[in-house]
């Protein structure tokens, strides 16, 4: 009797483990990318959810000579032993084909429960004066 009590407990046990590893994994990693576009001459904010296809913001000035185009695709989830990564590729295009990337990244480890999140922020100046920023691309997850 003492062997079926041990062995009932026991897969009691391991249905809590697992349930709880599912529930860490499902609502552990998960990340809610958002991009937001501040216009330092209106102060006005722009909020871009990112979601599974990709997100096109024009940047564009032309009196004050900014003109570019951003192109933000996230990826889908990396599975990496006990880590699990996500990304989001940054791509701007300037109208002479010059390019700018970045990326923005985060990582869960399954094991200790820790997410760490690397964010991307993009400043565009004005092209005739260095010194005067017109926008802020900020790519973090939520």
Same mark, same amino acid.
């Given at each position: 009797? %003492? ?17 709880? +590893?599912?529930?860490?994994?499902? @609502? ?22 990112? &979601?599974?296809? %990709?997100?096109?913001?024009? #940047? ?13 695709? %996230? ?29 923005? +990244? ?6 200790? &429960?820790?997410? #760490?999140?690397? %964010?991307? +922020?993009?400043?565009?100046? @004005?092209?005739?004066?260095? @010194? ?11």
């Amino acid at each position: 009797m %003492p062997r079926l009590r041990f062995l009932d407990t026991l897969g009691v046990a391991c249905a809590l483990l697992c349930a709880a +590893i599912v529930f860490v994994v499902q @609502n552990g990693h998960a990340c809610s990318w958002q991009a937001d576009l501040v216009d330092y001459t209106t102060q006005e904010t722009t909020h871009f959810p990112i &979601g599974e296809t %990709p997100v096109k913001i024009p #940047i564009v000035q032309a009196d004050k000579g900014v003109d570019v185009h951003c192109s933000l695709d %996230p990826s889908e989830v990396l599975s990496i032993g006990i880590l699990k990564q996500q990304k989001v590729d940054i791509v701007c295009r300037y109208p002479d084909d010059q390019m700018l990337t970045a990326r923005a +990244i985060t990582i869960f480890d399954l094991f200790t &429960g820790e997410t #760490i999140t690397h %964010p991307v +922020i993009l400043f565009f100046s @004005n092209a005739r004066k260095y @010194n005067e920023t017109l926008y802020r691309l900020h790519v973090d997850c939520q």
